[in-house]
């Protein structure tokens, strides 16, 4: 089965730009063309696509990708390594979670704060010299 870029595009859900910049980093290899230099893809590039989607959906960076795409050209071989680049993802996600967290934390101290003049205003006094409201809740 021969594919054009836009056939590609939507059996993988990804636009056009996007398959040619991950052409243009490695992530997909470079397409057969016609004689008029029409980019032709097979069913392999739409499963490649379709994971690459996928990991990206879940957040892994370009360069884990890259290791998880070549990990999958050894079948046979023990999946150590995927599961330490997957663990490694989960770390960050987890340290992203804890951050955003304390953000919400620290916005929900700084709302709870009551209603005043700007000039007495709890939030701004908390932009101005963190963790005043904070510690000072009512």
């Not at 032709?40 to 990206?56: K, P």
């Amino acid at each position: 089965m021969s594919l054009t870029i836009g056939e590609l595009s939507r059996q993988a859900q990804v636009k056009v730009p996007t398959i040619r910049y991950y052409e243009q980093i490695g992530l997909l290899a470079e397409p057969t063309r016609t004689e008029g230099q029409q980019r032709r893809y097979d069913v392999g590039d739409v499963r490649r696509l379709n994971f690459i989607r996928h990991a990206r959906e879940l957040g892994f960076e370009v360069e884990a990708i890259r290791q998880l795409l070549d990990l999958t050209g050894a079948p046979d071989r023990a999946c150590g390594e995927v599961h330490e680049i997957t663990k490694a993802h989960l770390d960050e996600v987890n340290d992203k979670i804890a951050r955003l967290t304390a953000l919400r934390d620290e916005l929900e101290a700084m709302v709870a704060c009551d209603h005043r003049k700007i000039s007495e205003c709890r939030i701004i006094e908390v932009l101005a010299d963190h963790g005043q409201c904070r510690h000072d809740r009512h």
